[in-house]
């Protein structure tokens, strides 16, 4: 976990360098690994709008990563529809943030309520939660970026709320990652674009080519003629 008086210099370069990643895949990873060391956190995941639901694409767990090395080939894609059932769908719906004491200790008046099958699945106790609506300039929803479990930066074991301070730093960094990711994921449409245009212009290249050579064939089957 980085010292507070140097979250902000860290949040700066974090800018700095995810604008940079084009790749989306890639700048996802980095960008739970950033919010990770940021905020002080022990995992973080993200999801991304589609339509009208959520996709997982990204996770990231310092704790579960000590029993699974390559964790991310562990976790499968899944969709959540943007509703107000699950965390992630209302904050998602509501466009607002979610700061949660303890993920197994919310009130039955609540819409949402935390899924625990990870938890058990992997053997890991999520406790505190802060998911946040990543939204870029002009308020359109990129996807959600949820951290799991904060740490105590002498005990990173010790499980701690969410403040109001990680609350902040956490908006600023979901608006950074809202804007890299749109632009990267603009990339990767022009990118794969380009690619099809490339394509494109081969085969017809290819198609230009044969007919010429059927035609020359032909003009020189008609001269044997004459």
Known sequence: MIKETNQW???????????????????????????????GAQGATIYIKKANHLDFMAAKNRILETKFPDLTTHFQRFSLSIDNQSIAGYVAK?????NIIDAYDISKNKS????QNLDKAYNFKTKSL???PMMDNKKSLIGILQLINRVE????????????????LAKY??????????NAYFNDLLQHS???????????????????SYHIKRMSEYSALM
């Open 9 to 39: 210099e860290e949040l700066l370069k974090a800018g700095i360098e995810l604008s940079s990643h084009k790749d989306l895949n890639s700048l996802l990873n980095r960008i739970t690994e950033v919010s990770i060391d940021i905020i």
């Open 194 to 212: 380009y690619l099809e245009t490339v394509e494109r212009l081969a085969i017809a290249s290819e198609f230009r080519d044969l007919e010429t």
């Open 130 to 132: 802060l998911t946040l």
């Open 153 to 168: 930066k002498e005990d990173e074991e010790k499980i701690l709320p969410f403040t109001g301070n990680d609350e902040f």
């Open 173 to 182: 960094l979901s608006s950074i990652a809202a804007m890299a990711i749109k």
């Open 94 to 98: 509501n466009k607002m943030l979610l």
């Open 112 to 115: 949402y309520q935390f899924n």
